[in-house]
């Protein structure tokens, strides 16, 4: 079980969600899902505009990072991501800042959402 909390200046308040463990939907729809305005428009890694910054809130080490290749392609387009983060991610699990919402799936583990 995982909780999600998105916070953003579109939103009067931030919101958590609890994503089940073995869920494995996009941080995209389960904001769909809760009505929360995450913006989004190729929903397929492509354009970039999911863009969200994504804090993990938990103690424990990182849980495998999975960036998908259109994922690093957009979000380095971007500017959002460095090729040693990148790296970091892959080889040592250390979270990039920015992740797409339309490629990320929630873990279980708490995460914080802005956008
Ligand atoms: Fe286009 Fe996520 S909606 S990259």
Known sequence: MANITFSSPKMKKDVTVYATAG???TLLLIAQ??????????????C???????????????????LTEKEKVALRLAGKITKEQI????????PPPYR??????ARNEDVLVKF
């Open 87 to 94: 790296a970091d991610a892959e080889e040592k699990d250390l």
């Open 33 to 46: 899902n809760n009505k929360i305005p995450v913006e989004f428009e190729c929903e397929n890694g492509e």
């Open 23 to 25: 869920d494995t939907h």
């Open 48 to 66: 970039g505009s999911c863009c969200v910054e994504v804090q993990i809130l938990s103690n424990k080490t990182p849980m495998g990072i999975a």
């Open 100 to 105: 797409l919402a339309c490629q990320f799936i």
